[in-house]
């Protein structure tokens, strides 16, 4: 059980990684307009919100399991 649980951990901080970085790259590109500045804010946000929520959900599962 414990190895499955290490699993999922691992699973988990990957894609919090993931979703970070990708919020990362939807911020900082480039835009010509007003209205996608608007965009890339709420959808760097929620990428952030997402690689927050799963690091803190991978934590609170590592300690947990012992």
Known sequence: MR????RA???MAC???TA????????TRPTTQ???VYIK???????FAGAL?????AYGL????G
Request: hydrophobic share 55%; aromatic share 2%.
């Open 3 to 6: 190895a499955r649980v290490n």
């Open 9 to 11: 951990v691992a699973v």
């Open 15 to 17: 894609v919090s990684a």
């Open 20 to 27: 970070a970085i990708g919020g990362a790259i939807i911020v």
């Open 34 to 36: 007003p209205q996608h």
């Open 41 to 47: 804010r709420i959808a760097g946000t929620m990428c």
């Open 53 to 57: 929520i799963l690091a803190l959900y």
């Open 62 to 65: 590592e300690r947990m399991s």
